[in-house]
């Protein structure tokens, strides 16, 4: 059975133990990254975003307004594709 977005979105944020505005953080760093994502990457990607609690939190809220909110479907269909491939589920 597939999860609503939002609900999935959350799933994937709680398994890497981020909130979900946290992790909307990671996939545009990992989007603007001019290099591959590495595993490694992600990993010192999350630990700082643990790290940073609020100031993360504060850093994806900003992401949701005025034209950044437009990219936001763009960063939804891509952690749905991650959710996908890390749950196992078919998209």
Do not use: C, H, K
């Amino acid at each position: 059975m597939n999860l609503p977005e939002p609900e999935r979105i959350a799933a994937l944020a709680q398994r890497l133990a981020l909130t979900p505005r946290q992790l909307l953080v990671l996939a545009a760093r990992a989007a603007r990254s001019d290099m591959p994502v590495s595993d490694a990457a992600l990993a010192r990607d999350i630990a700082r975003l643990r790290a940073a609690r609020d100031l993360a939190d504060a850093a994806g809220e900003r992401m949701l307004l005025g034209y950044a909110r437009y990219a936001f479907d763009d960063i939804d269909n891509g952690l749905s594709l991650a959710w996908t491939d890390v749950a196992g589920l078919d998209p």
